[in-house]
T-cell receptor
Framework: AQKITQTQPGMFVQEKEAVTLDCTYD???????LFWYKQPSSGEMIFLIY??????QNATEGRYSLNFQKARKSANLVISASQLGDSAMYFC????????????FGSGTQLTVLP | EAQVTQNPRYLITVTGKKLTVTCSQN?????MSWYRQDPGLGLRQIYY???????DKGDVPEGYKVSRKEKRNFPLILESPSPNQTSLYFC?????????????FGSGTQLSVL
């Protein structure tokens, strides 16, 4: 069975600094996808970034980048130049190739950006 | 505007009173699913549907029913709600089951069962 682990229930970062949110996963499938979603206090789920297991380069989307270390089975989210609006819950999720079950989520990390 | 619409946004009910949470998407997506979100547990899949009349259980299906009579709609039914079903519920859809297909989420339904 696949599993996603986010070991940081809460994180604090100073505005304008970078922060790394940890995510490790467990799967025996060679083909899979990794996602990060943001959930602000309003509750909606916002897609941030995607990394495929066969992608050669780490994914980047604006201030978000994914530090993908396949051998260590980690997919950490890096947010550069943190902004107050980045304060939210962040979820890591994984999808197996060929699975109709869609995403398996981690327990989330609550990020607070301090002014 | 492309969106997944859930209703109601908030719902308070009592144990045993049947309820339905509606979900509709306007993106012609084949895949739809329901998740529940609980503190410390993240989102867990309840049911999913690969197309009309094709549904299957997710990780926590007990106490829930779904139906997919039309492509755009995927209602979640609680026949006899219990307090342990108090949770934040999300409907989600995606165009296909491709690996990189992201999920589009509804705005959530906060359910309280007294």
């Amino acid at each position: 069975a696949q599993k996603i682990t986010q070991t940081q229930p809460g994180m604090f970062v100073q505005e304008k600094e970078a922060v790394t949110l940890d995510c490790t996963y467990d799967t025996s499938d060679p083909s899979y996808g990794l996602f990060w979603y943001k959930q602000p206090s309003s509750g909606e789920m916002i897609f941030l970034i995607y990394q495929g297991s066969y992608d050669q380069q780490n994914a980047t989307e604006g201030r978000y980048s994914l530090n993908f270390q396949k051998a260590r089975k980690s997919a950490n989210l890096v947010i550069s130049a943190s902004q107050l609006g980045d304060s939210a819950m962040y979820f890591c999720a994984m999808k197996r190739s060929g699975s109709a079950r869609q995403l398996t989520f981690g327990s989330g990390t609550q990020l607070t950006v301090l002014p | 505007e492309a969106q997944v619409t859930q209703n109601p946004r908030y719902l308070i009910t009592v144990t045993g009173k049947k309820l339905t949470v509606t979900c509709s998407q306007n993106m012609n997506h084949e895949y739809m699913s329901w998740y529940r979100q609980d503190p410390g547990l993240g989102l867990r899949q309840i049911y999913y549907s690969m197309n009309v009349e094709v549904t299957d259980k997710g990780d926590v299906p007990e106490g829930y029913k779904v139906s997919r009579k039309e492509k755009r709609n995927f209602p979640l039914i609680l026949e006899s709600p219990s307090p342990n079903q108090t949770s934040l519920y999300f409907c989600a859809s995606s165009f296909s089951q491709g690996l990189g297909e992201k999920l589009f989420f509804g705005s959530g339904t906060q359910l309280s069962v007294l």
